[in-house]
């Protein structure tokens, strides 16, 4: 990536430099991805939603449960439950509740 950024200034990196530089810091460079991974990043409300789809089975019948959660407020901003696989594609067979 260097390379390929910088090479127009005559600038370059070998592999072997790269290689050795990512073997003497290979767990400072886990840590941190770790980190990267686990911290939250801010949003704003009303910016991204996140759509969860689920079935669960009550009483030997299975049920549709669609979630929908607003990741800057984390709100749920609505459910739905199917009753019955066979129905959960018509919306009158639906128990909406908000």
Known sequence: MFNARFGFRGES???SF?????KNNHYAI???RKRLRQEPRPCK???TWALDWTNV???METHVLLG???HGSRRLLGRMICR???QSHTAKNAERSD
């Open 13 to 15: 990196v070998s592999k």
């Open 18 to 22: 790269v290689a050795q530089l990512s």
């Open 45 to 47: 409300p009303n910016q």
């Open 84 to 86: 019955g696989m066979h």
């Open 68 to 70: 929908v959660i607003d």
């Open 30 to 32: 886990l840590q941190l």
């Open 57 to 59: 089975t009550i009483d």
